[in-house]
């Protein structure tokens, strides 16, 4: 495998965009199931202007956060399926980040061992109420006219100080009890991973992805309103899972279901608390 390391960038997307809109990759065959492009993705010691979710910026320190974009080919069928690559993508993280060893002796094998990795829909990687890290998703077609998604990766591996404004909701895989990991051997991990996970999509199935997903599940039971897009009404539920189309389900008082297909306009509703 080969990324392209970059010591500075703005962001790591804006770079995997551009080379696939000048065409600058190469196809080789991984298995039936899987074509890995050279580079597969860019990888930024120090990115200064990271997005996440609804444009929001990523906060990250060189050495200290992992800031990549991998570069997947996609099959035509895979194009409108952000939301599913979503969960392909963030099931693969957390199997990755589970193999590095915690507190610097063995492998993580148990979920009372630390803080454990959840998911939350539709794109955050959580240690237990904060945010470790995030995944971003955009599908396009390179100059050629060929699908490809890029999947934006920030993680917070060791960062050890936060701006005042993320403290209460940001953390490091290193307070979660997990040794310090090096960016560049993270990428590669996860990207195996990745490799791996999608094949396993492509061979059996979304809904064999949901099995691990509902394992490592952190949105089930929380609580959600939802503003109803060109209304001022809203729909309030508790999150009751994802659906075969990667949607996230929200059961209502009354016990019907609401589906929501994007994030835009949910907001969690916290307890009060004293």
């Not at 963030?90 to 094998?109: H, M, Y």
């Not at 959840?118 to 945010?131: A, E, T, V, Y």
């Not at 490809?148 to 060791?158: D, R, V």
């Not at 899972?241 to 929200?250: F, N, P, Q, R, W």
Request: overall charge neutral; some cysteine; charged content about 20%.
């Amino acid at each position: 495998m080969t990324f392209l390391v970059l010591e500075s960038v703005a962001s790591t997307m804006d770079v995997a965009r551009e080379l696939l809109h000048k065409n600058q990759l190469t196809l080789t065959t991984s298995g039936s199931l899987f074509c890995e492009p050279q580079p597969c993705g860019v990888l930024a010691i120090d990115q200064t202007s990271g997005r996440g979710q609804r444009g929001r910026g990523w906060f990250s320190i060189p050495g200290q956060s992992l800031c990549i974009s991998f570069i997947l080919p996609l099959l035509e069928s895979e194009v409108q399926v952000a939301a599913c690559l979503a969960i392909v993508t963030g099931v693969a993280v957390v199997s990755a980040i589970n193999q590095f060893s915690r507190k610097g002796t063995v492998p993580r094998q148990s979920k009372g061992d630390g803080l454990a990795l959840r998911l939350k829909w539709p794109n955050d990687i959580m240690l237990g109420d904060k945010k470790a890290g995030g995944i971003l998703v955009e599908c396009l077609r390179n100059s050629a006219g060929e699908p490809f998604a890029i999947i934006g990766l920030g993680m917070n591996l060791s960062v050890t100080e936060f701006p005042a404004e993320l403290t209460s909701t940001a953390i490091s895989l290193t307070a979660g009890c997990w040794a310090p990991i090096d960016p560049s051997v993270a990428a590669e991990t996860v990207w195996n991973d990745l490799k791996s996970t999608v094949a396993r999509y492509r061979a059996d199935g979304f809904e064999e992805i949901l099995k691990r997903y509902r394992c490592v599940d952190g949105t089930r039971g929380r609580n959600y309103r939802y503003n109803l897009l060109h209304s001022k009404s809203y729909i309030e539920g508790v999150a009751d899972g994802v659906d075969t189309d990667g949607a996230l389900t929200l059961r209502r008082a009354d016990g019907s279901r609401f589906r929501v297909v994007t994030v835009s306009g949910l907001i969690e509703v916290k307890p009060i608390t004293e």
